[in-house]
């Protein structure tokens, strides 16, 4: 079985500045995906980045990136110029790849609750 | 990206009622689809996974006459809610999976928020 560990309940970051948030996981699996969720005040759960586990590159989406050590099992995401609407819960989770390529269960860890202040 | 409504977004009920949540795929076939429960503050708790033509999955825990889930079709799934209680208000979140080989994705409807009275 898969678990997925977000060891900061809450972090806080002053508008414009950067933040990283923390995820590891542990899994015997070797072909997997790893993902992170933003869910805002309204509870939609927003697909922020994706990374899959056989890329060694790191995913980018504008101010999103994220730091994938496979060997360390580690995942985080790091927030560049942080703007209010980044206020959020995010979730770190885990897929593991299936044969068929059809979509398997998501694995959540607990989240970070992230507060961008003024 | 992809979209994935739910409907209705929030409903009230008496108990002893069922109440039905419908998770459509906009722009995408979903082969599976995955119903989840959420209580304040809290990570999601998968409870089942629905996949077309055929009997849902459901999670250890997670009674299945009483949350009964539907996939009739490539980008519909249904769950309902039967006789209704108290202690099933929650957020029930849908979400529907993207498939094909290294894309595989979960993308998320909007949730539906359910009191029973």
């Known amino acids: 079985a898969q678990t997925v560990t977000q060891s900061q309940p809450e972090m806080s970051v002053q508008e414009a500045e950067t933040v990283t948030l923390s995820c590891t996981y542990d899994t015997s699996e070797s072909n997997y995906y790893l993902f992170w969720y933003k869910q805002p005040p309204s509870r939609q759960m927003i697909l922020v980045i994706r990374?899959?586990?056989?890329?060694?590159q790191n995913a980018t989406e504008n101010r999103f990136s994220v730091n994938f050590q496979k060997a360390a099992k580690s995942f985080s995401l790091k927030i560049s110029d942080s703007q209010l609407g980044d206020t959020a819960m995010y979730f770190c989770a885990f897929m593991k790849q299936g044969f068929t390529g059809t979509a398997s269960k998501l694995t959540f860890g607990t989240g970070t609750r992230l507060q961008v202040t003024l | 990206g992809a979209v994935v409504s739910q409907h209705p977004s929030w409903v009230i009920c008496k108990s002893g009622t069922s109440v039905k949540i419908e998770c459509r795929s906009l722009d995408f076939q979903a082969t599976t689809m995955f119903w989840y429960r959420q209580f304040p503050k809290q990570s999601l708790m998968l409870m089942a996974t629905s996949n077309e033509g055929s009997k849902a999955t459901y999670e250890q825990g997670v009674e299945k006459d009483k949350f009964l889930i539907n996939h009739a079709s490539l980008t519909l799934s249904t769950l309902t809610v039967t006789s209704a209680h108290p202690e099933d208000s929650s957020f029930y979140i849908c979400?529907?999976?993207?498939?094909?080989?290294?894309?595989?994705?979960?993308?998320f409807g909007p949730g539906t928020r359910l009191l029973v009275l």
């Open positions: 979400s529907a999976g993207l498939a094909g080989r290294n894309q595989e994705t979960q993308y």
């Open positions: 990374q899959e586990a056989y890329k060694q």
